[in-house]
């Protein structure tokens, strides 16, 4: 089993939709939890991060968070065209700052 | 503000050379990680500094790797003996510490040939 596993997509959503990306990871001790973006051929930007259970808001986006299940996942409103790329769910795990990342999932937002 | 930097951006060299690779963190960053990233594939922990500890060198594919950091700033990692399956893009980001959020510089591409 990977460490944090993500579907690999692609995922296509028509533009002004609701995408919703996934990812679950294995250490249940782990405390802190990323989300970055990666345009093709770029390197990667952090969009979110959230440490506790439950909904984390910015703007268009919203992390949520679940320890019990070991999922988080990232909610993006209103897509654009721009959010176009690929999502990298990031997991610190326990004890440590080595952080793992997913294989990421490509989305496609169609105008 | 001057972000990470690495050096060189592409690096074409020959299967069993060796090569270095270099980073730049933001001033004042005192975590440094190096990534590994082949196409189409996720980020590969490699190795992790912060400050005066000792690395966290788990991610190390082998022993043909290793890296340094310098004075607690600029950091090289070098390659002994290049693989074909070396070729890949090699990031690397800093961190203030204190927070989370890891800065990536734009990578280095290494094709082994």
């Known amino acids: 089993q990977k460490e944090v596993e993500q579907n690999s997509g692609p995922l296509s959503v028509p533009e002004g939709a609701i995408a919703s990306l996934n990812c679950t990871y294995s250490?249940?001790?782990?405390?802190?939890f990323f989300w970055y973006r990666q345009y093709s051929g770029k390197s990667p930007e952090l969009i979110m991060s959230?440490?506790?259970?439950g909904d984390k808001e910015d703007g268009r986006f919203t992390a949520q968070l679940n320890k019990a299940s070991q999922y988080v996942s990232l909610l993006i409103r209103d897509s654009q065209p721009s959010d176009s790329a690929t999502y990298l769910c990031?997991?610190?795990?326990?004890?440590?700052?080595?952080?793992?990342f997913g294989a990421g999932t490509r989305l496609f937002v169609k105008a | 503000g001057a972000g990470v930097s690495q050096s060189p951006s592409n690096k074409v060299t020959e299967k069993g050379k060796d090569v270095e690779l270099r980073c730049d963190p933001i001033s004042g960053h005192t975590a440094l990680y190096w990534y590994r990233q082949s196409l189409g594939q996720g980020l590969e922990f490699l190795i992790y500094f912060q400050g005066n500890s000792a690395p966290d060198k788990s991610g190390l594919p082998s022993d043909r790797f290793s890296a340094e950091r310098t004075g607690g700033s600029v950091s090289t990692l070098t390659i002994q003996r290049t693989q074909q399956e070396d070729s890949a893009v090699y990031l690397c980001a800093s961190s203030p510490g204190t927070e989370e959020t890891q800065y990536f510089g734009p990578g280095t591409r290494l094709l082994v040939l």
């Open positions: 959230i440490y506790s259970n």
């Open positions: 250490d249940r001790g782990s405390q802190s």
């Open positions: 990031a997991v610190r795990t326990s004890g440590g700052f080595k952080t793992i």
